[in-house]
C-alpha cells in the first residue's frame, strides 16, 4: 500500500510540474479504467486499509502502462523502482489485463476510451470537480471502482419500471412483518435501496416513475437522510446524473450495512423466494453487507452509527494497530527560576532539574505501550528557542488550575468588531501571545494579544550594520519603526478558510480558496511559499505540534501532507466521498484526522497514508475536531449540533454530547483533558465533563470486537455550563497554557 | 438586468421552478425563436443547474461559518463550475423580491441611484470601520463576573413557558434580531427600536387587563429616556426624533392620565428632572425640547409652576441662538426654533387653560364646585377684576396701562400661583409678541358684537374709553375677552361654539386644515418668530387688554372669546377666534397630538366676523 501511495504522489508530482498535460487530467481515467475492469469482481474486492497484493500490482501496472503512453519514461522508471517491479513482470499482466477486460471497456484501446471519457465530461462541464475528482477516485486505488460512465451504464439493465414500487414496497412489508429484533437491521437496507432505484429509475428515462417513486417512498427515510434527499429529489434526468457530485459518491463507494447473520439470512430467502432479482441485483451490486455474528443490533444503536454519506465503516477498517500514545518527552535542562536556586552550587541543578521533571510528568518518563517509536516518523529536532520554549511551558504548567466540574475554567472572549460577516478562521499560538484571523476579503490578520508589539526584521542592509555578537542580537534585528498591534497579510485571492501558526511562532499557515495554502514568516510578515496542490478551495490547514509537517484539506476530497520545506505534498490521503472540511494532527503527530462533508471522520497514518478508522455517526457534515491531549481520544463536532466522543484505539464511538443547536465550529480540550470545549454557530460555548464521559465508557472485549456500542443518554449530566455571547458566534476556542479558556468570533450586528 | 423567474403552481412543489414561458421570452429578447419542445428542456435544465449551483454555494457559506447566503458564495460556485459569475450584486443585505400584480412576474427591485446626487450628498458615509479585536473576561471561574450575557434577565426567568415565549418575541419585536439588548438605556440610539419600545409601552399602558403595578416606574423612566435624552442620532438633521420626543411626551401624559394613582408620587419627580433639563444651558436643545413638551404633556399646571418662570431665563439663551444667522449655527438655529415652537404652544395652552379654569371657577362657583376656586370664584365676584396688576410687568406701561382689566387678583386666588392670568399674559407677550397673538387672535373690543350674538348678548363686553385709542394702524396685542352667558347654552345657536374638541369638527375647511397639522402651525410660528427681536420690542408699546365681564345675575357662564385677524396673503384679514367654554370632563382628555390641542383659529361664524370686521381688527403683517 505504501508503495502506492508512493506512485500516486508521483502521479500527482507529473501533474503539478507538468501543467501542460493537466488536460490530461481525464485520460489518466484511462489507465486506470483498466486497471478497475483488471480488477477481480467488486464483490470480492478487498475494503480500503487492506488490499491484496494482487490488486496492488495491478493498478500500478496500469499506471505504469499509462505513463508510457504518455512518454513519460522518467516517471515509468521511478515508479517501477519504487514499486520494485519487474518489467516482463509489468508487460505480462498488461496483456493479461487488456485480455481480461470485459464488457464496454477495453483495457488497451486507450483513445477509444479516451474519446469517450471527454465526451462524458463535455457532457458535464458544470461538475465541480469532474476531472480531478475521477483522477482521485482512480488513483486512490483503495475504491476498486472504475470510472463514471462505467459505474453509470450499471444501471443499464432494464426492469420494467412500473414493478418497482411493487417491488420495494413488497420488501418494505416483509422488513415490516419481520420480528422486531430483525426489523431494526433490515430497515437499514431502505434507505440505499431507496436511492438505488431511484437513480436507476432516472437513468433509464423513467421520469415520471421516478418522481412517483419518489413521492411515495421518500417520506419512509431517517430524518437524517433529508439534505440527501433533497438533492436526490432535483435529479430528474439522465443528464443529471453524470456530475453529480452527491450521486457520484453513492456510486463510486458502496454503501455498507453492518447486518447480522440471522437477519441476513432471512432477506436472503425472502427475496429468493420472490425471486425479487431487481432487489437483490442492486444489493449484490452496490451495497456491501457487512455480516457479523451475534446478536441483531438495537435499533438505537444503529441509529447511533449510520448517517455517513456511505454507510457505516466496515468492521476490518478499525481493527488496524493505532500507536495514539504520546511520544516521550525530550530531555531538557530546566534551569531553575528562582533567585536563590541560581545562587545554589553546580551540582546542585541538575538534581532538581530531575526532580521537577518528575513531578511534571511521570507519564513520559515511561515509554507508553500504545506510542509510536520515537523515530517512526522523522522530527525535526529541537532548536534552543524550542527548547526554551518548552521550558517555559514547564514554567506555566506548573501554575496550571487544575479544571474539572467544581472548578471551571475562566473565559475570555475575543470579539472582532467590523468584521462584516467576513470571519472565517481564527487561531491562537500555543502560548496565546498571538491571534490570527482569516477573513473573506482574502486577507489574513495578525494581532498580538500581548502588550508586545508586532515588529518587521530590519531590512537586509539595516542588518548588516548590527553587532552580531551581542547579546540582545534578537532585539537588535527588530525593526520599531514598525511595531504595531496588528499586521495584515496580503497574498490570497479568495476567503481565507483556514489558519494555523507554526509551534515556534515563526510561522503562519492559511488556507483559501484560491487553492493554495500559503506559508507566512511572522518575522518578515511576507509570505514565504504558496503551496499549490489543491486545485480546489481548500478549507482547513494545520501545523504539526512538532513543526515542519502541516496538512491541509480541500474541496478536492483529499487531504494532503506537506512539509514546510517541499514544494509538493508528501502524502495524500485519499478516501473521503466528499470535501475535506477540517484536518488535526494527533498529539504524537503520527496520525491525522480529517473530518468531511460525507459525515465520516478518518484517522490516517501519517508514515504510509494508510485510513487505520473511519468513524461514522454524525447526521451532517463535521466542522471541528479536536484530539484530547493523551491522544487517546477523538472529539467531533458537525452542523448537526452534536459532538462525538471516539476511542481511537478501540474505534469506538463513546460518547455523544447533545445541546448545542447549530454548527459545532470548534472544539477543544483543556490541558489536562478534564473538560471539553464546545463553540458553536448558536452563539453558546458549552464545557461538558469530558473526564466523566471517558471514564464511564465500558470497553469490554466485546465491545471491542463487535463494535456495538450502547450509548447512554447522558448528555445532560455531562454539560457542566452553557455560557451565551453576545450576538457572536464561537469561531474558535483555545485554553491557555494555566487552563485560561480563550474565545473568539466575530461580533454579528445582525 | 431584471431577472423574471416565475413560479409555477406543480401538483408537486419541490422547488422553485422556472417556467419555459420565461425561457421564452428570454430567448425572444436576444432574438431566438424557441419551439414549445426545447423550452421546456431548457427551462427545466435550467431549474436543474440553479438548484446545483445553490446547493455547491451553500458549502460556501458553511465554510465562511455565516447563516445567510450570500451572492458571493453563490457566484463562487459559478466560478467553480467554469460558469460565468452574475455581477452586480454584491450588496450583504438581500434585494427586495417583488411581485408585480398584473401578471405573474417577480424581480428584483432595481432602484436607480441617482449618482449626481450620491456624489454631492454632504452626508458622506464614513469609510467601513477597521476591523479590529476586543477581549473581555465573560466568565469568571465559570460563572458570569458581568450581568450573564444574552440570558434573559432574572425578573423575567420566573415566568411561565408561554409568558417567556411572549418576552421573547416582543423582544424581538422591538430590538429587531439582536435579542440581547435588554435595556434600552444601555445600548440604543436607534430611532426605530426606541419608536418600537414606545409603542410597546403605549400598548402595555393602554391594556386594560394589565395590572402594571411597580413596573409603572420603570416604564415611565424609559419615557423619560426617549423625551429627554440627547440621542446620536439627533445629530443627523435627517432622524425625525423630534416625533420621538413628541410622541413620548404624549405617552408620559397618557400615563399620568391613566395611571395616576400608581405614579403620583414620580409627578414630582419628573417635574424636577424636566426642570433640570430646562434650567441647564449646557443641554442640546433637543434635550430642551424635550422637556418642554415634557412639561406641556404634564399638564398646563406643570407648565406654569416650571416653564414659565424659567422663561425669562431660557429666553435669552434661545435668543441667542435664534439670532445668530451664521451658518454654522443653521442646524441649531433650526432646533432653537423647534423649541421656541414647543414653548409656545405649552405657553398658548397655559393661557387657555388658566382662562378656562377662571371660567370654571366662576361656573363653579355657583354650582358648588369644591376645591380652591370656589373661595377665588367669590373674591372676583366680589371685585370684578379691576384691580391692577399686582406685579410690575417689565414692559413700560404706556397709554392704556390702565386697561389692563386684572383678571388677575390671581395670586390671590391660588397660593402657588405667581403671576395673575394676565400679567402672565403680558409677560409671554413680551417674549412671543405677535406670535402669541396669532395663535390666540385678538377681540375687536366693542362694536356690533353684542347684537351679533343674538341669543347671549355678551354683557360683560365692555369697552373702557381709555381703550379708544383704536387707530387702525396700531398693532394691537390681542385681547383676551371674557363673555359670560347668562342663559344657558340650550339655545343652540351656531355662533356659540361647542367644546373645545369638536371645535375642529365645525371650522370650515381653511382653518381646519392650518390647525389640524400641528407641523404647519410650528412652521408658521417659526416664521413668525424669524425676527423675534422685532417683535419683542414691539410689544413693548402694546398693551394687553383683557376685558372681564360684570357679573350678571342668574348661574353664569363664561366663555372666552379670543378673536382677532390675520393678515392673509392676499392681504385679506383672516380672523381668528378662539373661544372656549367649560368643559368639565377637560380634566379627563386624553392627550392628543398638537393638532388637537391647538386652539380653534378662524373664523368662527358669521357675527364674529362682522364685528371683528367692523372696528378695529388687528392686522397682522405675516
Same mark, same amino acid.
Given at each position: 500500500m505504501a508503495a502506492v501511495q508512493d506512485g500516486q504522489m508521483e502521479l500527482d508530482a507529473e501533474k503539478e510540474t507538468k501543467p501542460e498535460i493537466l488536460s490530461d487530467g481525464t485520460s489518466n481515467l484511462s489507465g486506470n479504467t483498466a486497471s478497475g475492469t483488471l480488477s477481480s469482481s467488486p464483490l470480492t474486492a478487498a475494503p480500503a486499509g487492506g488490499a491484496p497484493k494482487m490488486e496492488d500490482q495491478q493498478t500500478l501496472i496500469a499506471v505504469l502502462q499509462f505513463l508510457k503512453r504518455n512518454k513519460l519514461t522518467d516517471s515509468v522508471e521511478i515508479l517501477r523502482r519504487e514499486a520494485g517491479l519487474g518489467e516482463d513482470q509489468e508487460d505480462s499482466q498488461a496483456t493479461d489485463g487488456s485480455g481480461g477486460g470485459k464488457g464496454d471497456v477495453d483495457g488497451g484501446d486507450a483513445n477509444?476510451?479516451?474519446?469517450?471519457?471527454?465526451?462524458?465530461?463535455?457532457?458535464?462541464?458544470?461538475?465541480?470537480?469532474?476531472?480531478?475528482?475521477?483522477?482521485?477516485?482512480?488513483?486512490?486505488?483503495?475504491?476498486?471502482?472504475?470510472?463514471?460512465?462505467?459505474?453509470?451504464?450499471?444501471?443499464? &439493465?432494464?426492469?420494467?419500471?412500473?414493478?418497482?414500487?411493487?417491488?420495494?414496497?413488497? /420488501?418494505?412489508?416483509?422488513?415490516?412483518?419481520? @420480528? *422486531?429484533? $430483525?426489523?431494526?437491521?433490515?430497515? &437499514?437496507?431502505?434507505?440505499?435501496?431507496?436511492?438505488?432505484?431511484?437513480? =436507476?429509475?432516472?437513468?433509464?428515462?423513467?421520469?415520471? =416513475?421516478?418522481?412517483?417513486?419518489?413521492?411515495?417512498?421518500?417520506?419512509?427515510? =431517517?430524518?437524517?437522510?433529508?439534505?440527501?434527499?433533497?438533492? @436526490?429529489?432535483?435529479?430528474?434526468?439522465?443528464?443529471? /446524473?453524470?456530475?453529480?457530485?452527491?450521486?457520484?459518491?453513492?456510486?463510486?463507494?458502496?454503501?455498507v450495512l453492518r447486518i447480522s447473520r440471522d437477519s441476513y439470512q432471512l432477506l436472503k430467502r425472502h427475496l429468493q423466494e420472490?425471486?425479487?432479482?431487481?432487489?437483490?441485483?442492486?444489493?449484490?451490486? $452496490?451495497?456491501?453487507?457487512?455480516?457479523?455474528?451475534?446478536?441483531?443490533?438495537?435499533?438505537?444503536?444503529?441509529?447511533?452509527?449510520?448517517?455517513?454519506?456511505?454507510?457505516?465503516?466496515?468492521?476490518?477498517?478499525?481493527?488496524?494497530?493505532?500507536?495514539?500514545?504520546?511520544?516521550? =518527552?525530550?530531555?531538557?535542562?530546566?534551569?531553575?527560576?528562582?533567585?536563590?536556586?541560581?545562587?545554589?552550587?553546580?551540582?546542585?541543578?541538575?538534581?532538581? !532539574?530531575?526532580?521537577?521533571? *518528575?513531578?511534571?510528568?511521570?507519564?513520559?518518563? !515511561?515509554? *507508553?505501550?500504545?506510542?509510536? &517509536? &520515537?523515530?517512526?516518523?522523522? /522530527?525535526?529536532?529541537?532548536?534552543d528557542s524550542d527548547k526554551l520554549d518548552k521550558i517555559m511551558y514547564m514554567k506555566e504548567s506548573t501554575k496550571r488550575i487544575r479544571l474539572g466540574p467544581e472548578n471551571l475554567p475562566s473565559i475570555c472572549f475575543y470579539t472582532f468588531l467590523n468584521a462584516y460577516q467576513g470571519l472565517t478562521a481564527v487561531d491562537f499560538t500555543d502560548d496565546s501571545s498571538l491571534l490570527a484571523g482569516g477573513f473573506a476579503d482574502s486577507t489574513v490578520r495578525v494581532w498580538s494579544v500581548t502588550p508586545k508589539k508586532l515588529r518587521k526584521v530590519k531590512s537586509a542592509a539595516d542588518l548588516n550594520m548590527i553587532d552580531k555578537e551581542s547579546d540582545d542580537v534578537l532585539e537588535r534585528i527588530m525593526d520599531e519603526k514598525t511595531a504595531s498591534e496588528s499586521k495584515i497579510l496580503y497574498g490570497h485571492s479568495g476567503p481565507v478558510y483556514g489558519v494555523s501558526f507554526s509551534p515556534d511562532r515563526n510561522y503562519l499557515l492559511s488556507s483559501s480558496e484560491d487553492g493554495t495554502v500559503r506559508l507566512w514568516s511572522l518575522l518578515t510578515f511576507t509570505c514565504l511559499v504558496g503551496y499549490k496542490g489543491h486545485n480546489y478551495p481548500v478549507w482547513d490547514t494545520q501545523f504539526s505540534p512538532f513543526g515542519y509537517y502541516f496538512v491541509s484539506g480541500g474541496h478536492d476530497r483529499v487531504a494532503r501532507l506537506w512539509a514546510t520545506d517541499h514544494y509538493q505534498p508528501l502524502r495524500i490521503f485519499a478516501g473521503h466521498l466528499a470535501d475535506v472540511t477540517c484536518t488535526r494532527f494527533h498529539p504524537n503527530s503520527n496520525y491525522v484526522a480529517t473530518g468531511s462533508t460525507d459525515r465520516t471522520i478518518r484517522l490516517w497514518d501519517v508514515l504510509n497514508g494508510n485510513c487505520v478508522r473511519i468513524f461514522t455517526g454524525h447526521k451532517g457534515p463535521i466542522h471541528s475536531l479536536a484530539f484530547s491531549p493523551n491522544g487517546k481520544f477523538l472529539a467531533s463536532g458537525s452542523t448537526d449540533g452534536r459532538v462525538l466522543l471516539w476511542d481511537i484505539g478501540h474505534g469506538l464511538m463513546i460518547g455523544e454530547l447533545k445541546g448545542h443547536t447549530d454548527t459545532i465550529y470548534s472544539l477543544k480540550f483543556s490541558r489536562d483533558g478534564e473538560i471539553l470545549a464546545s463553540g458553536s454557530m448558536d452563539n453558546t460555548v458549552r464545557l461538558w465533563n469530558s473526564m466523566k464521559a471517558f471514564d464511564e465508557v465500558e470497553t469490554d472485549d466485546f465491545t471491542a470486537t463487535t463494535g456495538h456500542i450502547h450509548l447512554p443518554d447522558n448528555s445532560q449530566e455531562l454539560l457542566l455550563g452553557t455560557y451565551h455571547s453576545k450576538s457572536t458566534p464561537v469561531t474558535h476556542l483555545h485554553f491557555t497554557r494555566r487552563n485560561l479558556l480563550l474565545a473568539a468570533g466575530a461580533y454579528n450586528s445582525q | 438586468m431584471k431577472s423574471k423567474v416565475g413560479y409555477l403552481e406543480r401538483e408537486e412543489r419541490r422547488f422553485a421552478e422556472v417556467p419555459r414561458e420565461s425561457i421564452k421570452l428570454m430567448a425572444e429578447s436576444t432574438g431566438v425563436e424557441l419551439s414549445e419542445e426545447v423550452a421546456a428542456l431548457l427551462a427545466e435544465d435550467v431549474c436543474y443547474r440553479l438548484r446545483e449551483a445553490t446547493q455547491n454555494s451553500s458549502q460556501f457559506m458553511r465554510h465562511a461559518k455565516r447563516r445567510k447566503l450570500s451572492v458571493e458564495d453563490f457566484n463562487r460556485a459559478l466560478r467553480w463550475s467554469n460558469t460565468e459569475t452574475v455581477c452586480g450584486y454584491g450588496a450583504q443585505d438581500a434585494l427586495p423580491f417583488r411581485p408585480l400584480k398584473e401578471g405573474e412576474l417577480f424581480f428584483v427591485e432595481d432602484r436607480e441611484i441617482n449618482l449626481?446626487?450620491?456624489? %454631492?450628498?454632504?452626508? #458622506?458615509?464614513?469609510?467601513?470601520?477597521?476591523?479590529?479585536?476586543?477581549?473581555?473576561?465573560?466568565?469568571?471561574?465559570?460563572?458570569?463576573?458581568?450581568?450573564?450575557?444574552?440570558?434573559?434577565?432574572?425578573?423575567?426567568?420566573?415566568?411561565?413557558?408561554? %409568558?417567556?415565549?411572549?418576552?421573547?418575541? #416582543?423582544?424581538?419585536?422591538?430590538?429587531?434580531?439582536?435579542?440581547?439588548?435588554?435595556?434600552?438605556?444601555?445600548?440604543?440610539?436607534?430611532?426605530?427600536?426606541?419608536?418600537?419600545?414606545?409603542?410597546?409601552?403605549?400598548?402595555?399602558?393602554?391594556?386594560p387587563y394589565l395590572y402594571l403595578g411597580s413596573y409603572v416606574r420603570s416604564l415611565v423612566s424609559s419615557v423619560m429616556y426617549c423625551i429627554l435624552e440627547p440621542l446620536a442620532a439627533s445629530i443627523n438633521p435627517l432622524n425625525d426624533h423630534w416625533t420621538l420626543r413628541d410622541y413620548a411626551a404624549l405617552l408620559l401624559s397618557h400615563i399620568f392620565w391613566t395611571h395616576?394613582?400608581?405614579?403620583?408620587?414620580?409627578?414630582?419627580?419628573?417635574?424636577?428632572?424636566?426642570?433640570?433639563?430646562?434650567?441647564?444651558?449646557?443641554?442640546?436643545?433637543?434635550?430642551?425640547?424635550?422637556?418642554?413638551?415634557?412639561?406641556?404633556?404634564?399638564?398646563?399646571?406643570?407648565?406654569?409652576?416650571?416653564?414659565?418662570?424659567?422663561?425669562?431665563?431660557?429666553?435669552?439663551?434661545?435668543?441667542?441662538?435664534?439670532?445668530?444667522?451664521?451658518?454654522?449655527?443653521?442646524?441649531?438655529?433650526?432646533?432653537?426654533?423647534?423649541?421656541?415652537?414647543?414653548?409656545?404652544?405649552?405657553?398658548?395652552?397655559?393661557?387657555?387653560?388658566?382662562?378656562? +379654569?377662571?371660567?370654571?371657577?366662576?361656573?363653579?362657583? +355657583?354650582?358648588? %364646585?369644591?376645591?380652591?376656586?370656589?373661595?377665588?370664584?367669590?373674591?372676583?365676584?366680589?371685585?370684578?377684576?379691576?384691580?391692577?396688576?399686582?406685579?410690575?410687568?417689565?414692559?413700560?406701561?404706556?397709554? #392704556?396701562?390702565?386697561?389692563?382689566?386684572?383678571?388677575?387678583?390671581?395670586?390671590?386666588?391660588?397660593?402657588?400661583?405667581?403671576?395673575?392670568?394676565?400679567?402672565?399674559?403680558?409677560? %409671554?407677550?413680551?417674549?412671543?409678541?405677535?406670535?402669541?397673538?396669532?395663535?390666540?387672535?385678538?377681540?375687536?373690543?366693542?362694536?356690533?358684537?353684542?347684537?351679533?350674538?343674538?341669543?347671549?348678548?355678551?354683557?360683560?363686553?365692555?369697552?373702557?374709553?381709555?381703550g379708544a385709542p383704536n387707530l387702525e394702524n396700531t398693532r394691537k396685542m390681542p385681547q383676551l375677552t371674557a363673555s359670560m352667558n347668562i342663559s344657558p347654552r340650550q339655545d343652540g345657536s351656531p355662533r356659540m361654539e361647542p367644546q373645545p374638541p369638536s371645535l375642529a369638527a365645525t371650522v370650515p375647511g381653511r382653518s381646519l386644515a392650518r390647525s389640524s397639522s400641528s407641523s404647519s402651525s410650528v412652521s408658521r410660528s417659526r416664521s413668525s418668530s424669524s425676527r423675534p427681536g422685532r417683535s419683542t420690542s414691539q410689544s413693548r408699546d402694546i398693551f394687553p387688554k383683557a376685558r372681564f365681564p360684570l357679573p350678571q345675575a342668574g348661574p353664569p357662564a363664561f366663555s372666552f372669546i379670543i378673536g382677532g385677524r390675520q393678515m392673509g396673503r392676499r392681504c385679506q384679514g383672516r380672523r381668528f377666534q378662539t373661544s372656549f367654554t367649560p368643559t368639565p370632563p377637560l380634566n379627563t382628555l386624553p392627550p392628543r397630538a398638537y393638532a388637537h390641542k391647538l386652539p380653534v383659529i378662524g373664523r368662527v361664524s358669521k357675527p364674529v366676523r362682522r364685528w371683528t370686521c367692523s372696528h378695529y381688527s388687528l392686522h397682522l403683517p405675516l
Open positions: 477509444s476510451l479516451l474519446s469517450r471519457v471527454s465526451i462524458t465530461s463535455a457532457a458535464a462541464p458544470q461538475s465541480m470537480c469532474d476531472s480531478p475528482l475521477m483522477f482521485m477516485l482512480s488513483a486512490a486505488g483503495a475504491d476498486d471502482q472504475p470510472d463514471v460512465s462505467v459505474v453509470l451504464s450499471a444501471y443499464s &439493465q432494464q426492469g420494467d419500471p412500473s414493478l418497482y414500487q411493487v417491488y420495494y414496497s413488497g /420488501l418494505k412489508n416483509f422488513i415490516e412483518s419481520v @420480528l *422486531d429484533c $430483525h426489523r431494526a437491521e433490515l430497515s &437499514q437496507l431502505f434507505y440505499p435501496l431507496f436511492v438505488h432505484m431511484y437513480l =436507476e429509475l432516472v437513468y433509464n428515462n423513467h421520469e415520471n =416513475e421516478a418522481k412517483a417513486f419518489f413521492e411515495k417512498f421518500s417520506g419512509d427515510q =431517517e430524518c437524517y437522510y433529508q439534505d440527501d434527499l433533497r438533492v @436526490l429529489c432535483g435529479l430528474t434526468k439522465k443528464e443529471h /446524473l453524470k456530475g453529480n457530485e452527491v450521486l457520484l459518491d453513492f456510486r463510486t463507494s458502496r454503501f420472490r425471486h425479487n432479482n431487481q432487489i437483490w441485483n442492486i444489493i449484490q451490486e $452496490h451495497l456491501y453487507i457487512d455480516i457479523f455474528d451475534g446478536m441483531p443490533r438495537s435499533k438505537s444503536q444503529i441509529d447511533s452509527m449510520s448517517g455517513s454519506l456511505a454507510g457505516e465503516g466496515k468492521r476490518e477498517v478499525n481493527k488496524a494497530k493505532v500507536f495514539h500514545g504520546l511520544l516521550k =518527552e525530550p530531555e531538557i535542562e530546566v534551569p531553575l527560576d528562582d533567585e536563590d536556586d541560581e545562587a545554589e552550587n553546580e551540582e546542585g541543578k541538575p538534581k532538581k !532539574k530531575k526532580t521537577k521533571k *518528575d513531578s511534571l510528568g511521570s507519564k513520559s518518563k !515511561k515509554q *507508553d505501550p500504545n506510542a509510536p &517509536q &520515537q523515530n517512526r516518523i522523522p /522530527l525535526p529536532e529541537l532548536k | 449626481v446626487e450620491l456624489a %454631492l450628498a454632504t452626508n #458622506i458615509p464614513k469609510g467601513c470601520a477597521e476591523t479590529m479585536v476586543r477581549v473581555h473576561v465573560s466568565y469568571l471561574d465559570g460563572k458570569g463576573n458581568l450581568e450573564p450575557q444574552g440570558t434573559v434577565p432574572t425578573a423575567v426567568q420566573s415566568l411561565s413557558e408561554d %409568558l417567556l415565549k411572549y418576552y421573547q418575541q #416582543i423582544t424581538r419585536a422591538i430590538l429587531g434580531e439582536d435579542p440581547h439588548l435588554m435595556k434600552v438605556k444601555s445600548v440604543s440610539h436607534d430611532l426605530d427600536q426606541l419608536n418600537r419600545l414606545l409603542h410597546m409601552v403605549k400598548s402595555l399602558v393602554q391594556n395616576g394613582d400608581l405614579v403620583s408620587g414620580l409627578y414630582h419627580q419628573i417635574l424636577l428632572s424636566l426642570q433640570k433639563v430646562l434650567s441647564d444651558p449646557v443641554r442640546p436643545l433637543c434635550s430642551h425640547y424635550g422637556a418642554v413638551v415634557g412639561l406641556h404633556a404634564l399638564g398646563w399646571k406643570a407648565v406654569e409652576r416650571v416653564l414659565y418662570p424659567h422663561l425669562p431665563a431660557y429666553w435669552a439663551n434661545l435668543q441667542a441662538v435664534l439670532d445668530d444667522y451664521s451658518v454654522s449655527n443653521a442646524q441649531v438655529k433650526a432646533d432653537g426654533h423647534k423649541v421656541y415652537g414647543a414653548i409656545l404652544v405649552a405657553v398658548e395652552r397655559l393661557l387657555k387653560m388658566k382662562a378656562l +379654569s377662571l371660567t370654571l371657577a366662576a361656573g363653579g362657583g +355657583s354650582a358648588g %364646585l369644591p376645591g380652591t376656586t370656589t373661595g377665588a370664584v367669590g373674591f372676583r365676584e366680589n371685585s370684578p377684576g379691576l384691580s391692577p396688576p399686582p406685579e410690575p410687568l417689565s414692559e413700560p406701561p404706556l397709554g #392704556i396701562a390702565s386697561h389692563l382689566q386684572a383678571g388677575g387678583a390671581g395670586c390671590q386666588w391660588e397660593e402657588w400661583t405667581p403671576v395673575s392670568l394676565p400679567a402672565m399674559y403680558c409677560e %409671554l407677550y413680551s417674549f412671543f409678541g405677535d406670535s402669541l397673538a396669532v395663535r390666540f387672535s385678538t377681540d375687536p373690543p366693542l362694536g356690533g358684537a353684542p347684537s351679533s350674538r343674538s341669543c347671549q348678548p355678551l354683557e360683560g363686553r365692555k369697552e373702557p374709553a381709555s
